[in-house]
Structures are given as structure tokens and as C-alpha cells.
């Protein structure tokens, strides 16, 4: 597991900001990049002298924005009738986009701004978005105010883990202390995503007849 970590943080080293920008696309289209695999390693990384923290959280919120806005162009061009057929081929089935349309018809723009924060609609949001052909400007101000806060938040995680455990990298054993003594934070953000991924659910359930 060490030897896990110390290579995928070797990766996002190599690949600096430009490797968090095109990971953060990534994960801001339909290809499943979670982003808590890449800030808080990143920002650990920063934390420790080989990145700058701002640059990690810009450089994060330019890949959302740029992953977001490649979806939302391609989806006002293709139109919903094509991404129902084929989304299924990139992991795009037809009750993800569903609940994305229910949530975009409920919220609007407010709505682009809050699927930031949530699982899974996240990186889901622009597709609707594209298809009502929502002004690009007001959606690209909600995607990139609501990545910028995302992406902070992960990114104080890296900083915390590495005020924790500044060795966590270099001494196998830092891991398994580090797992031991923060089990309560680690199980904590866990709970947090499991309550936002329930509060998507609920928030994008079809209306009852």
C-alpha cells in the first residue's frame, strides 16, 4: 500500500500542474477521475515544498472548468437523442444523465454551482447543461466559483495529512501510524461523501406520480 502511494504521488509530481489540470478534465467530463485522488496528493506535495498550494487549487479549478466546458460543447452539438444511445459506451448510462436533467430543471444555474459539491453529478451537470443550451458565461461562472471551493477543500485535506504526518512518503511506517492515529478524521470524510452521495439521490429522485 505504501509502495502504492509513493508511486501515484511519484505521477503527480512528474506531471505537475499540467498533469492536475488534464486529471481534473478528467474527472470534470465522463471519464471516472475522482478528484480525491489528485488535490490532496498534489497539495500534500505543495505543503512539503515541491508544488505551490495556490497553483494546485488554480490548476485544479482550470481542469474542472476545462473538463465541464468540453462536455457542455459537445453535448449542445450532439444533442440528447445521441448521448442516450452511445453514453452507455462511456460510462454514461441514461438514469445518471436523468438525474442530472431533474437536478439542472430544479436548481438552474444555483444548481451548477452545488453539483461541485456533490458525487457523481458532478462531473454529469454540463451535459444538460449543453443540452438546454444554458448561456456558456453563467455556466462557466457557476462550474469554476463552485470547482475553486472543491477543490480547496481537498486540497487543506493534502495540507492537514502532511502536517499529520510530514514522513508519510519516506517511512512505511508513518502510513500505518498515520491511518491508526487520523482512522476517525479518514472515516469522517468517507461519512461526508456517503451523506452527499444519499443527498444527490434524494435531490434528483423523479417526482412521484
Known sequence: MHHLLETWMGWVLTGGYLGIVLLMAME???????????????AFLAARGDLNIAGVIAAGTVGSWLGSAISYWVA???????????????????????????????????????????????????????????PFGIFSLMTTVGAAIWCSVLAWLGVRAYRAQPDLLSNPEALEHFIKHQSLGIVACVAVLAVLYFVMLRLTAKPQA
Open 28 to 42: 470534470s467530463s465522463i471519464f471516472p477521475v475522482p478528484s480525491e485522488i489528485v488535490i490532496p496528493p498534489a
Open 76 to 134: 449542445l452539438a450532439v444533442g440528447r437523442p445521441l448521448i442516450a444511445r452511445y453514453g452507455r459506451y462511456f460510462f454514461l448510462s441514461e438514469e445518471k444523465v436523468a438525474r442530472a436533467e431533474i437536478w439542472l430543471r430544479r436548481y438552474e444555474a444555483g444548481g451548477i454551482f452545488f453539483a461541485r459539491l456533490l458525487p457523481v453529478i458532478r462531473h454529469l451537470i454540463s451535459i444538460p447543461a449543453g443540452i438546454v443550451r444554458m
